[in-house]
């Protein structure tokens, strides 16, 4: 006996199907967040390095004004806001109390505070994304057991144990488990390999947010004509 899809999904009981769209719903989202944060992540990459080759040159000539200004065309680029940032806290403290050296290290805090806020913001969608790569599993196992108890019913009804009376409930589970372990597998993979790329991420924000301070307490002495 062959059962196709559509009569598996027919012998369904009301939990289990609940159980399938849960999982293929699971599915959509893992599939959405993967999708939407590769995206981010190349389009990230691809205004960091415009803004990085344009903004060097800058920084070679002193045009600290002209950075500033080139870092409000790239106005999601993480790199670039922490430019601007760092650049405007440095001026705005430099000639208070304390001097350069102060005005530098308020620099580094506040650079600090606004790298953990690109980072939360970058890994968005990250928590669902793991969620579901822990979950499914389970909720796949829920689905298998609803299947054999479906094929026992199937024994109880028929009065014996012949293919036909477990093969919807063996099929049943079978299937549920499939779909849990693909959304669940595809979800870690996709989870770690994402994660890395952040953390390569961040460890290159937190190296420009260190160049840049070290470029402002270097500057100081020769960078009032920029202001």
């Known amino acids: 006996?062959?059962?196709?899809?559509?009569?598996?999904?027919?012998?369904?009981?009301?939990?289990?199907?609940?159980?399938?769209?849960?999982?293929?719903?699971?599915?959509?989202?893992?599939?959405?967040?993967?999708?939407?944060?590769?995206?981010?992540?190349?389009?990230?990459?691809?205004?960091?390095?415009?803004?990085?080759?344009?903004?060097?040159?800058?920084?070679?000539?002193?045009?600290?004004?002209?950075?500033?200004?080139?870092?409000?065309?790239?106005?999601?680029?993480?790199?670039?806001?922490?430019t601007a940032i760092g650049v405007q806290t440095f001026q705005a403290n430099e000639r208070k109390d304390g001097g350069p050296a102060?005005?530098?290290?308020?620099?580094?805090?506040?650079?600090?505070?606004?790298?953990?806020?690109?980072?939360?913001?970058?890994?968005?969608?990250?928590?669902?994304?793991?969620?579901?790569?822990?979950?499914?599993?389970?909720?796949?196992?829920?689905?298998?057991?609803?299947?054999?108890?479906?094929?026992f019913q199937g024994i109880a009804s028929a009065g014996g144990g012949g293919i036909a009376a477990v093969s919807a409930g063996i099929a049943e589970a079978l299937i549920v488990t499939a779909v849990g372990l693909i959304v669940a597998i595809t979800s870690v993979l996709f989870f770690n390999y994402l994660s890395g790329r952040f953390d390569r991420l961040d460890m290159q924000m937190q190296h420009a947010a260190g160049e840049l301070i070290d470029y402002l307490e270097g500057a100081h002495g020769h960078g009032g004509r920029d202001r």
């Not at 598996?8 to 009981?13: F, L, P």
């Not at 893992?30 to 389009?43: G, M, Q, Y």
């Not at 990459?45 to 070679?60: I, V």
Request: proline share 2%; charged share 25%; aromatic share 8%.
């Open 1 to 82: 006996m062959e059962l196709s899809l559509f009569e598996i999904w027919e012998s369904m009981s009301l939990l289990s199907r609940l159980v399938a769209i849960s999982l293929l719903g699971m599915g959509v989202a893992s599939f959405a967040v993967i999708i939407e944060r590769t995206w981010v992540l190349r389009r990230t990459d691809r205004e960091s390095m415009e803004f990085a080759s344009k903004s060097r040159s800058q920084f070679a000539d002193g045009d600290i004004a002209g950075v500033i200004e080139l870092a409000r065309r790239f106005t999601r680029n993480p790199l670039a806001r922490l």
């Open 102 to 151: 102060a005005a530098a290290e308020l620099t580094r805090r506040e650079l600090a505070r606004k790298l953990e806020l690109y980072s939360a913001e970058g890994r968005r969608g990250m928590g669902m994304l793991a969620s579901i790569g822990s979950t499914a599993p389970f909720i796949g196992l829920f689905g298998t057991v609803i299947g054999i108890i479906v094929a």
